[in-house]
C-alpha cells in the first residue's frame, strides 16, 4: 500500500470516529438535559417554591371587635393598636428563617390599614397616632431593613363600600391596588382571596391583573375564583393545613375557579392538568384568623406545626402560616415561641443528609453531567436524570454503615415538568432482604419537595423504586434524616 493510500485511509478513519464522537452524546443522552414534559413553572413559581413558608398577617378592624368577619360598620375609632411595632413581627420570622410575609392591607370588612386616598374608611380616621399612621407602610419598612419579602392581601370582597360588585367598584378597587403597588416598594406577592368574591366577574380581575403586571412585574398571584387565569399559585381546598396526597402542581384551569366546587382536585392537583398553578396552604397557628385572648390556649403546638410542614411543604406545596398580632400589635409570645421551635426543628432536622457520601447504583443513568451522586450534594444546580426512554428506575443507596433516621426529602427538577408518578422507597440491614417503608409505599407525585416521616429504621442500604413515570426521572435530591424533636 502506497504511502498517499495510507494516510487517506488514516483521514476517512478519522472522519468516521469524529462523526461517531459527535453523535454519541445524543445517543448515549451523555451531555443533553432531559426535554421538559408538560406545563413547567414560570420564573415567579420557582422564586415562590424556594420561598417553602410564607408568613400571614392578619391585622385590622376585626382585631379590635374581636370579629373575623366584620361587617364593615364599626367605627374607625375603634382601631388602637397601643404598641404596634411590625419589626417585632419580622424579628420572629428572622429567627425561625421565614422570609417572606404578606400584610392584610384591607379585610373584607373594608377597613384599611393605610391612608388610603379613595375611602375614609382607615387608619386615617382612627385615634392611632391621630390618623398619621400606616401600617402598610410600617410593614413593607420592617420587611425591608429585615430582609423580608412583602406581599399584600387586598381583599376583593368588601362588606363597607356600597360599591362593592358594580364597575364603580372595580375603579375604586384598582385605584387602592395602584396605590400600594406604587408605594410601598416591591411587592412580591399579591392575595386574592376568593371568600365572598363571587360577584367579581373575570373582567375585574384582568384589569386588575393588568396592574400588577404593569407596577410590579415580578408580582406572584395568588389567584382563585375569577381571578383563576392569573394564579401563579392556587388555594389548596381547605384550611386546615393539609394538602393532599399525591399533590400535584398542575391542575385544569376550571378547577382553580372553583365552579360549581373542586376540593378534590385543588387538594391534590390533576397529574394531566394544563395549568401550572400549584397549592398555597393558608392555615393560622390559632383557630381563628384573627386576635381573640381566649385562644391564646389554642396556638398550635410545635409537633402539630411540624405535622402542617409535612403536609404542607412536604406535599410539593408552600406553607402560609398565619399570625394574628394582637390588640397591642404585637405576636404573642406564645406565637412567637412556637415559630421559633419550629425553625429549630426543621433547621436541625434537616442539616444533615444521612445519604450523604452513600456510593450509588442505579439501572438507566443519563451519563456524566447527571450523575447519580447530584441526589445528596446539596448543590442547587446539579440532579441525577436517567437515560431517556426510561421512565422508571431503581436506585440503591449503599450507607456505608448502619444509620437509623425516621424522615425522608425527595425533590424533583421542577423545571423539567412533574415527570415520576409512582415511587417506594425501601431499607436493608443487608443487602438482600428489602423492607418496605409503609409511608413511603405507592406514592405518587414529588415536584418541589415531598416528605415523609416514620418510626425510626435502622439500614445500611436504602432504595428509591421509580415504578411509573411521564418521562425519565429527574431526581435534584434525596435525602434520609433523624428528626431534632
Ligand atoms: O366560607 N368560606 O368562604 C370558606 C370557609 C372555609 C374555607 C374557605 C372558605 S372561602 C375560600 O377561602 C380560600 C382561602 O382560604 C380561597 O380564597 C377560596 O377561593 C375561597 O373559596
Known sequence: ?????????????????????????????????????????????????????????????????????????????????????????????KSAGIGT???????????????????????????????????????????????????????????????????????????????????????????????????LTQAFYTRWADSVRHLQPNCVVFGTKNSYLFADCRWMGNESGIAGDPCWSTINPSSIKEEPDHINELNHGEVNGTAYAPAEVDVSIRPSWFYHTEEDAHVKSVAALWDIYFNSVGHNSVL??????????????????????????????????????????????????????????????????????????????????AKTFDVLMLQEVIELGHRTTGWSVEYSKNGKTWIPIPEATGKQSIGYKWLVKFKPVTATQVRLRITDGKASPAIHTFGIYKQQM
Open 1 to 93: 500500500m502506497s504511502i498517499k493510500k495510507i494516510v487517506l485511509r488514516l483521514k476517512n478513519r478519522l472522519v468516521f470516529v469524529a462523526a461517531i464522537g459527535a453523535f454519541l452524546p445524543f445517543y448515549a443522552n451523555g451531555q443533553t438535559a432531559p426535554t421538559p414534559v408538560g406545563p413547567v413553572p414560570n420564573a415567579r413559581q420557582i422564586e415562590w417554591y424556594h420561598r417553602e413558608i410564607i408568613a400571614f398577617f392578619h391585622f385590622g378592624m376585626n382585631t379590635f371587635t374581636n370579629d373575623n368577619e366584620g361587617d364593615g360598620t364599626a367605627s374607625p375609632e375603634r382601631f388602637n393598636p397601643t404598641a404596634l411595632d411590625c419589626n417585632q413581627w419580622t424579628s420572629v420570622l
Open 101 to 199: 410575609a404578606i400584610f392584610v392591607a384591607k379585610h373584607a370588612d373594608g377597613f384599611c390599614n393605610w391612608p388610603t386616598a379613595h375611602t375614609n374608611y382607615s387608619v386615617k380616621n382612627s385615634p392611632w397616632k391621630n390618623g398619621k399612621g400606616d401600617v402598610v407602610k410600617e410593614f413593607t419598612d420592617a420587611c425591608k431593613s429585615a430582609g423580608i419579602k412583602a406581599g399584600i392581601y387586598l381583599g376583593p370582597h368588601d362588606r363597607h363600600d356600597s360599591r362593592y360588585g358594580t364597575a364603580d367598584y372595580s375603579d375604586y378597587y384598582a385605584s387602592q391596588l395602584s396605590e400600594l403597588l406604587r408605594n410601598y416598594g416591591p411587592i412580591w406577592e399579591i392575595w386574592w382571596d376568593g371568600a365572598g368574591a363571587d360577584k
Open 320 to 401: 402560609l402560616l398565619n399570625y394574628p398580632p394582637n390588640k397591642e400589635g404585637l405576636v404573642s409570645p406564645i406565637d412567637a415561641k412556637r415559630t421559633d421551635s419550629l425553625g429549630a426543628l426543621i433547621r436541625g432536622t434537616f442539616k444533615t443528609n444521612l445519604a450523604s457520601g452513600a456510593a450509588i447504583k442505579t439501572l438507566h443513568s443519563r451519563g456524566a453531567k447527571y450523575q447519580p451522586s447530584y441526589m445528596v450534594d446539596n448543590l442547587e444546580n446539579t440532579y441525577y436524570a436517567a437515560a431517556d426512554g426510561f421512565n422508571t428506575d431503581t436506585i440503591v443507596f449503599n450507607l456505608g454503615a
